[in-house]
């Protein structure tokens, strides 16, 4: 785990910022109080993340309230816990349109801009079993003297209260350009036209296992539960498959 | 969530400051506008305006307001507030006097210091000049207190998100409330009418929320829970209790349009 005062000390050094705007350095402990003070209509986690060294600098301790993953976690270099809570029927559909959309703009150029905002919207489902509507956002802050992104942002807005019961599922991915305030590339993927039966988290804990060739028995051990039990949320889970 | 904005809040209230002392309406908001591209979300082509509800007058419209419905800010300043109900379909109308009355009674019944600026967010559809749908978020934030500390001026933010989700008229209108003194955030129950705040639930009560929403009975819960159906029922009452739903169908109902539950 980084050092909190390796932390601080990298906090207070001064980034070349998006050079094609401004001459002046800007903190990264600057750039983490305007984050604070931003205006959005959904509670929401943010994460600092140099791009050069790919390390993440900073994460807001709302993670744990939205996603109930502690922060300290992420800087121990857990990144991926940010993608694996993704919801686990949407994500390599998400992965893969990501990669490949992530891609195109990179080819073009588009993520050494300035002010260019890529949003990526997808479903992720927390321990306790709450799904959120997650609209992910990237954008590059600062850039190095030539003009390759240094410090990048991504938020994590919680926007479950815009969406209802929905019967497709469909990621997508867009570019908002702060400079001309519009939508400036859209695309968008259909996961599914009809959501399966989803399991519960302990029939989850229950299927991982059988995929790691335990034995009813060997998993009754393991979570701590009668054989009886096990046999149930096989006969469950068994029977949502065949619905799907 | 810790996170607050209390900054940017105080740079609009050294804004609202400056344009009270010249006379509000001289906020030609460059400021206002450099603001806003910064921080006020990138979800999609936004404006703004700052309405007064003591007049039922926008004090100041966005010159580039035209790119959100097609009318030129001087219309909104000759008709105000009133002119944006004319951009909601017929359907809607009643959808959405209820929650901007539940929007304006619940920030109302706040206490000054939680009210000055909390944002109401309102989802809607509306109608452009050229008669396209198209779907508008609209987050109002209370700048101003009166003088009994109720809502005066408030910041609204207007944003076409039609890439973010269809605007299909079956849709209605949707409501979440957000305080940044406490970190609060409420979501609009329309069989209620009311606001309800979800995290008060403990990790327990949301489970049996959820396996509610599956259409289970008590039974069938205490049995996947392994506690016993009065348990459930404890739970369900203090649920009940907490969220001032009448009875779990009212509650479930909410909970599938807000798709907190699978």
Same mark, same amino acid.
């Given at each position: 785990m980084k050092k909190e005062h390796d932390i601080e000390q990298y906090r207070t050094r001064n980034f070349h910022p998006s050079g094609l705007l401004h001459e002046e350095g800007i903190s990264l402990a600057q750039l983490i109080e305007n984050e604070r003070n931003s205006i959005l209509p959904s509670p929401y986690f943010f994460v600092f993340y140099d791009y050069q060294l790919s390390e993440t600098l900073y994460v807001s301790s709302s993670v744990e309230h939205l996603y109930g993953i502690n922060k300290h976690v992420i800087y121990g270099g857990e990144e991926h816990l940010l993608v694996e809570i993704i919801l686990r029927d949407e994500q390599p559909a998400v992965k893969s349109f990501v990669t490949e959309v992530w891609d195109d703009h990179y080819h073009r150029g588009e993520i050494y801009l300035t002010d260019r905002v890529f949003t990526v919207e997808y479903r992720v489902q927390r321990s306790n079993g709450d799904i959120l509507h997650i609209m992910h956002q990237n954008e590059v802050l600062s850039f190095t003297k030539k003009n390759l992104p240094k410090i990048t942002i991504a938020r994590f807005l919680d926007m479950s209260w815009l969406f209802g019961d929905e019967k497709e599922r469909i990621v997508k991915f867009y570019m908002y350009n702060r400079q001309t305030n519009k939508i400036e590339y859209f695309a968008e993927k259909l996961v599914f036209k009809h959501a399966p039966p989803r399991l519960t988290s302990r029939e989850d804990q229950v299927q991982h296992l059988i995929n790691h060739g335990f034995t009813s028995n060997q998993i009754a051990g393991k979570l701590d539960i009668s054989v009886e039990t096990v046999k149930t949320h096989r006969k469950n889970i068994k029977a949502k498959k065949a619905d799907a | 969530m810790p996170d607050s904005n209390a900054e940017i809040m105080e740079k609009y209230e050294e804004l609202f400051e400056t344009g009270k002392r010249r006379g509000i309406k001289d906020i030609t908001s460059d400021q206002l506008r450099e603001l806003l591209k910064r921080y006020s979300g990138g979800f999609g082509t936004f404006s703004y305006t700052i309405m007064d509800f003591s007049s039922a007058e926008f004090l100041h419209v966005a010159e580039d307001i035209?790119?959100?419905?097609?009318?030129?800010?001087?219309? =909104?300043?000759?008709? &105000?507030?009133?002119?944006?109900?004319?951009?909601?379909?017929?359907?809607?109308?009643? @959808?959405? =006097?209820?929650?901007? /009355?539940?929007?304006?009674?619940? &920030?109302?019944?706040?206490? $000054?210091?939680?009210?000055?600026?909390?944002?109401?967010?309102?989802?809607?559809?509306?109608?452009?000049?050229?008669?396209?749908?198209?779907?508008?978020?609209?987050?109002?934030?209370?700048?101003?207190? *009166?003088?009994?500390?109720?809502?005066?001026? /408030?910041?609204?933010?207007?944003? *076409?998100?039609?890439?973010?989700? !269809? $605007?299909?008229?079956?849709?209605?209108?949707?409501?979440?409330?957000?305080?940044?003194?406490?970190?609060?955030?409420?979501?609009?129950?329309?069989?209620?009418?009311?606001?309800?705040?979800?995290?008060?639930?403990?990790?327990? !009560?949301?489970?049996?929320?959820?396996?509610?929403?599956?259409?289970?009975? @008590?039974? !069938?819960?205490?049995?996947?829970?392994?506690?016993?159906?009065?348990?459930?029922?404890? %739970?369900?009452?203090?649920?009940?209790?907490?969220?001032?739903?009448?009875?779990?169908?009212?509650?479930?109902?909410?909970?599938?349009? %807000? =798709?907190?539950t699978h």
């Open positions: - | 035209d790119q959100i419905w097609g009318y030129p800010a001087e219309s =909104f300043l000759e008709h &105000g507030i009133q002119f944006l109900f004319n951009f909601f379909p017929e359907e809607h109308h009643d @959808a959405h =006097f209820k929650i901007s /009355t539940a929007a304006w009674t619940y &920030g109302n019944s706040l206490p $000054p210091e939680k009210l000055l600026y909390s944002t109401a967010n309102f989802d809607n559809i509306n109608r452009r000049k050229n008669g396209d749908l198209f779907r508008i978020l609209t987050r109002q934030i209370t700048v101003r207190l *009166d003088g009994d500390g109720k809502i005066w001026l /408030t910041l609204a933010i207007f944003t *076409d998100i039609s890439h973010i989700k !269809e $605007p299909e008229i079956k849709d209605e209108p949707r409501l979440s409330y957000y305080i940044p003194k406490t970190g609060e955030f409420l979501i609009y129950n329309p069989s209620t009418e009311s606001m309800i705040n979800l995290d008060i639930l403990t990790d327990r !009560e949301r489970d049996i929320l959820q396996l509610s929403a599956r259409d289970k009975t @008590a039974s !069938e819960i205490a049995d996947e829970l392994y506690i016993s159906p009065y348990t459930v029922q404890t %739970h369900r009452a203090n649920i009940l209790k907490k969220t001032g739903c009448k009875n779990m169908a009212e509650l479930v109902y909410f909970s599938k349009y %807000h =798709f907190l």
